[in-house]
């Protein structure tokens, strides 16, 4: 019998073993020199405990509470594109790990099943992240159906004006699949690309995405949807209030899990930074380079409400479908 897996990293060469190798680049490369790839995981192995001890650790409970829904811990699923690329049931199979594990899922609009398919096949909770496109009007309909069916709050991400430079998917020429397709966008725009050099998928995104969003846009995202809405890639200070001052509901210390611009400090170490900025008025979290019980302590103890977890859930599912996905939300546990 197949020795199970213990930990993420465990999954991940699980996963190496699993996928074509233009999909397993295409989910653990990081942007040019991947600097900041290495230093997301290597600056949580920086930060040492000093217990104190005696103390009576015979009752622990992991649960929390993000935006009001609980949780059983404060680990999420971060918002990912394309999972069908790892197992044919895609989303849906992440969605059931989410439901099964009483996380939250954040759907990414650049999915391979629909937001409504992911909404009737399980009741997680879900929120849905959100790109702005040059179409706003696709933007404003994408938001409009995750309300429509169930989703909790819309995740803008604001650190992707551009796609970053991915070398590796450049090498592989990675395409975007036609099948499994972006499904999201059937009958909204073309998903096609006549690029024959380099990255299609950096090719179609740049075609697409509206690189002019601005602060000011946070007020028309408003207008457009009664959801609360989280932002998704700050890493100073300064945008942390200014993220309290337009009134969004919660922000997600990222930086893309280092795939946008590389030498951006990794998430762990503007934490406390930003939490103080924030000053408790809106709940932050954090994602990037999370891979065991410990980074979450870490970024608990310096103000985080939860985490997220990106790559170790394309991990588990590439591996071993739904139920890899669970066994890599526990794992981030461990
Ligand atoms: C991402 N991420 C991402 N973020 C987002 O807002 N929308 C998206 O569609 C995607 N897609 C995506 C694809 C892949 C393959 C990866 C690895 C990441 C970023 C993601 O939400 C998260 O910020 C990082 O993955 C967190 O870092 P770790 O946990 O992967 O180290």
Not at 295 to 302: C, E, G, N, R, S
């Amino acid at each position: 019998m197949a020795i199970e897996p213990v930990n993420i990293n465990e999954f991940q060469e699980l996963a190496k073993q699993a996928l074509p190798k233009m999909y397993y680049d295409y989910y653990t490369g990081g942007a040019e020199d991947q600097y900041t790839l290495k230093e997301n995981v290597e600056a949580f192995s920086r930060i040492l405990f000093q217990p104190t001890t005696l103390l009576d650790v015979s009752r622990i409970n992991l649960s929390t509470t993000v935006l009001g829904y609980n949780l059983s811990s404060p680990i999420m699923l971060a918002p990912t594109g394309c999972h069908k690329l790892a197992h044919p049931e895609g989303e849906i199979a992440t969605a059931r790990a989410a439901a099964a594990c009483k996380t939250i899922m954040v759907l990414s609009c650049v999915s391979t099943c629909t937001v409504e398919e992911v909404a009737s096949s399980c009741d997680a909770i879900r929120f849905f992240q959100l790109y702005v496109y040059r179409r706003r009007d696709v933007s404003s309909q994408l938001v409009q159906r995750a309300e429509r069916c169930g989703y909790k709050a819309i995740v803008l991400t604001v650190d992707t004006p551009r796609v970053g430079r991915r070398e590796a998917d450049i090498k592989n020429k990675m395409i975007m699949p036609e099948i499994p397709e972006l499904k999201n966008f059937e009958g909204l725009m073309s998903t096609e690309v006549d690029s024959e050099k380099g990255s299609k998928l950096e090719a179609f995104a740049s075609e697409i995405l509206d690189p002019s969003l601005s602060w000011k846009d946070i007020g028309w995202l408003k207008s457009i949807t009664n959801l609360p809405i989280l932002i998704k890639g700050v890493l100073t200070a300064e945008d942390a209030v200014k993220a309290v001052d337009v009134g969004v509901a919660g922000i997600i210390v990222s930086n893309h899990g280092a795939r946008q611009l590389d030498y951006t400090p990794p998430t762990i170490s503007v934490l406390e930074e930003v939490v103080q900025a924030v000053g408790g008025k809106i709940p932050v979290l954090l994602d990037g380079g999370v891979r065991r019980g410990t980074d979450v302590f870490k970024a608990l103890a310096l103000g985080a409400q939860a985490v997220l977890i990106g790559r170790p859930v394309l991990y588990g599912l590439a591996a071993m479908g739904e139920n890899g996905v669970k066994a890599c939300h526990r794992d981030a546990q461990g």
